[in-house]
């Protein structure tokens, strides 16, 4: 099963994917040094804000690892992390809004990663898309 | 100080320009990286070290940044990281999407600089 799949999941790592990829690990380097630095000088004075920025650090972590690696596995664990993604993006970008004294600090995606030029809020959006383009065909079903 | 931004930024901004319009250029037809692309890309590091050497110069003769200095310089590597890693990727992926790839170190450098200016003179 493993064997016969793989053909259709290589789309994924491929092309545009590879661009993907490279996004995602840009992301996990800028959001990572950043959280590094405010865990370790500003923790104190925003401990919401900076615990975000190190979780947002950690998915794009998993989805830069899952989109650049082959397999069903890699697949599912891809649309977990970029799903997640997608979800924290929105509630943290409402939260931001709406409860703006729990967030003294930004973090990637207060204020929908407005600090990033909104490409935290348009990134998962793309993710997305690309996974559902290059779902894996299962041959059981 | 050109519009409040130092000549480091602005020859960041020329150089990284001209990097991401080669690069642009080269993936519209269809290239896969070479000697253009891929040397503009380590210009950029280049560049990137030349400026960590003049960061610590200047920390030497002035008070340094108005901001915190930690920032400043985990900025500056996180920033010598990204040509260092889009090359690198360039060298193992032979293809069209590699170049715009080497592409996107322009952008992300003027960004980062843009940053390190406010955190070095207006924090």
Redesign the interface.
Same mark, same amino acid.
């Given at each position: 099963m493993e064997q016969s799949s793989t053909a259709t999941l290589d789309k994924k790592t491929s092309g545009f994917g590879r661009l993907l990829v490279v996004v995602y690990a840009v992301f996990t380097l800028s959001a990572g040094a950043r959280s590094l630095y405010q865990v370790i000088r500003k923790f104190d004075e925003a401990p919401l804000s900076i615990t975000l920025s190190a979780i947002s650090a950690l998915i794009y972590l998993v989805a830069t690892i899952a989109l650049a690696k082959k397999g069903e596995g890699a697949w599912k664990v891809s649309l977990g992390a970029v799903g997640i993604e997608m979800a924290g993006v929105i509630l943290v970008g409402i939260f931001s809004y709406i409860q703006p004294q729990h967030f003294e600090l930004a973090s990637v995606w207060s204020h929908f990663g407005s600090g990033y030029g909104y490409i935290p809020l348009v990134l998962p959006m793309v993710g997305l898309w690309w996974l559902l383009n290059t779902r894996p065909v299962w041959v059981n079903a | 100080m050109i519009a409040g931004l130092d000549l480091w930024f602005w020859a960041c901004l020329v150089l990284s320009t001209l990097s991401f319009a080669i690069c642009i250029f080269q993936f519209l037809r269809g290239a896969a990286p070479d000697d253009y692309s891929q040397g503009s890309v380590l210009v950029l590091e280049a560049f990137l070290m030349i400026y960590l050497v003049g960061s610590i110069i200047m920390q030497a003769l002035t008070d340094g940044p108005s901001g915190?200095w930690? +920032?400043f310089y @985990?900025?500056l %590597? $996180?920033a010598m %990281? %990204?040509p260092a @890693? $889009?090359f690198i #990727?360039s060298l193992t +992926?032979r &293809?069209r #999407? &590699?170049t715009?790839?080497l592409g996107?170190t322009g952008p992300?450098l003027i960004?980062m600089l843009h940053r390190m200016n406010m955190l070095w003179y207006y924090y």
């Open positions: - | 915190d930690l +920032e @985990g900025y %590597i $996180t %990281i %990204i @890693g $889009t #990727w +992926e &293809s #999407w &590699s715009l790839v996107l992300v960004i």
